[in-house]
């Protein structure tokens, strides 16, 4: 097992995404009206961020995660050729044989994304229903009380969305006009700042990382690796960036079957996801297509599937 190295105190600041509008509709977590040209550079200022301080050493370890310098050093050079959302190297589906469906709820924070859907939480803890929250930095400062909940909750595992949500690039690629990090080294900031935030929320590494608009290149899925996490896509939207109506959410999500990875989104109270989800539970339950963790499928991570193509990184 990796271990996953803390910094000082004070140290760091229907399937498979139906084509065309509801593709756009990924990005209502980050900006409206995003761009709809799938995997097009938008041109667009690059963001700044404040570089992520190294990690410290405390507990002995026989793999440890690299630093941001060893990073940089091991990836310089290497040009990306891919851009989406399920490259090799991203777990899309469960292996065949899957007895359940994973479901995954994106919390993106920032302007128009920091809202809490209790309903959504409230409908997944009387089901019994487990799920996996992929949560911001920023929306873990907005809703501190919530995202503790959640981390306390035995039903729910927390994965990385990132610190500033933007689309996980070497080169600075954009998704929905939402410019991508530029670097290995900008890379590496996006997800280790939230990293440590999550560590000190659950008291462990999250074990899963997803980019802001859910697009990457093949270079920053080696680092995300390299850095002790899996990256995690979908093959089911299932509330077209909570913009679906009840019925439209019902119905995609009723759609899946045992090994889809559905997306859906927990951060926007009164949109149609809550009441979708209420009615697709019973659904998949009664079908055997109940929602489990990543955990309850095969030996461990290596067992589950990755993207078309992948081979391993």
């Avoid at 405390?58 to 891919?82: H, K, M, N, W, Y």
């Avoid at 927390?158 to 690629?173: A, D, E, Q, Y």
């Avoid at 530029?182 to 890379?187: G, R």
């Avoid at 998949?284 to 992948?310: C, N």
């Amino acid at each position: 097992m990796r271990h996953y190295r803390r910094p000082g105190a004070g140290e760091f600041p229907r399937r498979l995404f139906l084509f065309g509008s509801a593709m756009t509709s990924l990005s209502a977590c980050t900006v409206a009206g995003g761009d709809s040209r799938l995997g097009e550079d938008v041109p667009a200022v690059a963001l700044a961020a404040a570089p992520v301080p190294e990690p410290q050493a405390a507990e002995p370890t026989s793999a440890p995660i690299p630093g941001r310098q060893d990073i940089v050093a091991e990836f310089a050079g290497r040009t990306p050729a891919l851009w989406g959302t399920q490259l090799p190297g991203t777990v899309v589906r469960l292996p065949e044989g899957a007895s359940g469906t994973i479901l995954t709820f994106d919390c993106c924070g920032g302007r128009g994304g920091n809202g809490v859907d209790q309903a959504l939480i409230d409908t997944l803890s009387r089901a019994g229903a487990p799920a996996t929250f992929f949560l911001n930095a920023r929306w873990i400062r907005a809703n501190p009380g919530t995202a503790k909940a959640l981390a306390e909750n035995p039903l729910f595992e927390l994965g990385n969305h990132g610190t500033r949500h933007i689309p996980l690039s070497v080169t600075g690629r954009s998704a929905y006009g939402v410019p991508g990090t530029a670097s290995a080294a900008e890379v590496y900031d996006e997800v280790m700042a939230n990293q440590e935030v999550l560590h000190s929320l659950t008291g462990k590494p999250a074990r899963f990382f997803r980019p802001g608009t859910a697009f990457l290149d093949e270079t920053a899925i080696a680092i995300v690796h390299r850095l002790g996490l899996t990256p995690v896509s979908f093959s089911i939207n299932g509330d077209g960036g909570a913009t679906y109506p009840p019925a439209t959410v019902f119905r995609e999500i009723n759609a899946s079957k045992s090994g889809d990875i559905i997306i859906s989104h927990a951060n926007h109270p009164g949109s149609g996801t809550a009441a979708g989800i209420a009615r697709a539970l019973p659904a998949l339950q009664s079908s055997g297509r109940a929602p489990i963790h990543f955990v309850h499928e095969g030996p461990g991570l290596a067992s589950l599937r990755q993207a078309p193509g992948a081979r391993g990184l």
